[in-house]
């Protein structure tokens, strides 16, 4: 089975401090996506990556970078954090099929609180 | 810009009913549309994924349906059980664009 696993289950940040969420797929996946999940808003895609060094920006990529170095990895960056960007995150990867479906994967989340 | 939506938000039934979660998108041009479960707290899990070209998918108690013309996928649990409660998330994918989640359908069976 495809893991995609993300290092902190649960952080606890202060504001102005910089953080890294780290997600590392186990199965050669082009593809890498960092969301937020929030209560009444649903996902929300924050930066995706189809290809080492690529990234592409999501619906709400402010305040937020990312880094993609190595295929397996794929880091979400924040870089003065702040009391909004209090949330779940999810990584996940995927493949396409030839059909052009795009079948994801999903780590088991980091929930950030910013203080 | 694809909107994804899924009716109702919430929904209780009685252990062993049979019930439906709904999901309609916008924009009909998708390569495939995808079901995941969500426990509280935690990530999602994959469930059925329905390519443009297929019409429905089965798997175990789960049946996903998928009518592309006007624009909607269905989920049909069969004879609930107290561990069918999570909350049910279908998401669409384009080309060349990541997916597009609804807000999620959270179900409590009750036995």
């Known amino acids: 089975d495809v893991k995609v696993t993300q290092s902190s289950r649960y952080l606890v940040k202060r504001t102005g401090e910089k953080v890294f969420l780290e997600c590392v797929q186990d199965?050669?996946?082009?593809?890498m996506f960092w969301y937020r999940q929030d209560p009444g808003l649903g996902l929300r895609l924050i930066y995706f990556?189809?290809?080492?060094?690529?990234?592409e920006k999501g619906d709400i990529p402010e305040g937020y970078s990312v880094s993609r170095e190595k295929k397996e990895r794929f880091s979400l960056i924040l870089e003065s954090a702040s009391t909004n960007q209090t949330s779940m995150y999810l990584c996940?990867?995927?493949?396409?099929?030839?059909?052009?479906?795009?079948?994801?994967?999903f780590g088991a989340g980091s929930r950030l609180t910013v203080l | 810009k694809q909107e994804v939506t899924q009716i109702p938000a919430a929904l209780s039934v009685p252990e062993g009913e049979n019930l439906v979660l709904n999901c309609s998108f916008t924009d009909s041009a998708i390569y495939n549309l995808q079901w995941f479960r969500q426990d509280p707290g935690k990530g999602l899990t994959s469930l059925l994924l329905i390519q443009s070209s297929q019409r429905e998918q089965t798997s175990g108690r789960l049946n996903a349906s998928l009518d592309k013309s006007s624009g909607r996928s269905t989920l049909y649990i069969a004879a609930s059980q107290p561990g069918d409660s999570a909350t049910y998330l279908c998401a669409a994918n384009q080309a060349g664009t990541a997916l597009i989640f609804g807000k999620g359908t959270t179900l409590s069976v009750s036995s």
């Open positions: 996940a990867s995927s493949f396409i099929r030839y059909s052009g479906a795009n079948v994801l994967t």
């Open positions: 199965m050669d996946h082009e593809n």
């Open positions: 990556s189809y290809d080492v060094k690529m990234k």
